[in-house]
């Protein structure tokens, strides 16, 4: 399967935003109001401090609507922006301005938000030389746009999806009947095509890991004092992650623990949007 690009994904989603929006008679509130031809220029304005994310949508939304309008990019992706300040300028029909808001603020808003919360936990373990990751918790169709908005706020992408990379979850090891049993099988299936992760809750299951000599372990739900027995245990022998209750609050304790990287599910499917709003001349 080709991974799809951002571009590809935001294009993809507009389309779809739009639609929904527009229905089969698109807007009848402005359409009624405001005569064709009319012309207004406006601001997009961020209400709040934040990091953007996905700034491109407002040029895709403008460009797939009937009559014309422009926008000049005052910011840009991964550009942090205090309250008040300008996203992006507007300028041209006030049917496409009024109709297309809502899908530019929305789209823009959620991912700068995804940026915003993955930028102030990068914040907290700066120095730390910790990883900031993202999961596969993200909103069904939008995986593409959240993971590109996470590294927008200073992070890194885990796998993009299950055909991607290999992580041997407790539910397979259920199935199979141990750690031992299911690294193996995927030996069997998959050769050295793909670096194996195991995800492990005990100090017991890492050592078993740890025998199997895998390239990473995810060490889910451990305490600080847990994670640096882990730690200690793995010696650099693999990659170690962390995983599991983890928050803003108690995020650096984590990160101090020695752990080469932290993942988030949260970052994408908790993620407040950054309040935008388009302003009016």
């Not at 990019?73 to 009024?98: F, K, N």
């Not at 199979?176 to 670096?195: D, E, H, K, Q, Y």
Request: hydrophobic residues 45%; proline residues 3%; aromatic residues 2%.
């Amino acid at each position: 399967m080709r991974r799809e690009a951002p571009e590809e994904a935001l294009a993809r989603v507009v389309a779809e935003a739009l639609a929904e929006d527009f229905g089969d008679r698109g807007d009848i509130t402005t359409n009624a109001i405001v005569p064709p031809g009319t012309a207004m220029t406006g601001a997009i304005r961020s209400r709040e401090a934040g990091r953007i994310a996905g700034i491109d949508a407002v040029r895709v939304v403008l460009a797939r609507m009937p009559e014309p309008a422009s926008a000049t990019l005052v910011s840009r992706d991964g550009a942090d922006i205090e309250a008040g300040g300008t996203v992006a300028l507007l300028s041209g029909s006030a049917r496409t301005l009024l109709s297309g808001e809502r899908v530019m603020l929305n789209v823009l808003g959620r991912l700068s938000g995804i940026a915003t919360a993955t930028a102030a936990v990068v914040r907290a373990v700066e120095g730390t030389g910790v990883a900031v990751k993202d999961t596969r918790k993200t909103t069904p169709g939008l995986r593409t746009l959240e993971k590109y908005a996470v590294a927008a706020g200073g992070g890194v992408n885990h796998r993009s999806g299950l055909y991607d990379a290999v992580l041997i979850k407790d539910n397979h090891i259920a199935v199979a009947g141990s750690i031992t049993a299911a690294v193996a099988r995927t030996r069997s299936t998959l050769g050295t095509n793909f670096p194996i992760q195991v995800e492990v809750d005990t100090l017991a299951q890492l050592e078993e890991a740890l025998g199997c000599e895998v390239a990473a372990v995810l060490l889910d739900n451990m305490k600080p004092a847990g994670l640096r027995e882990a730690v200690g245990l793995v010696d650099r022998r693999c990659h170690t992650e962390a995983s599991g209750g983890i928050t803003l609050a108690n995020v650096r304790a984590v990160a101090e623990t020695g752990v080469d990287s932290i993942s988030l599910g949260w970052l994408t499917h908790s993620a407040r949007s950054l309040d935008l709003g388009l302003d009016m001349d």
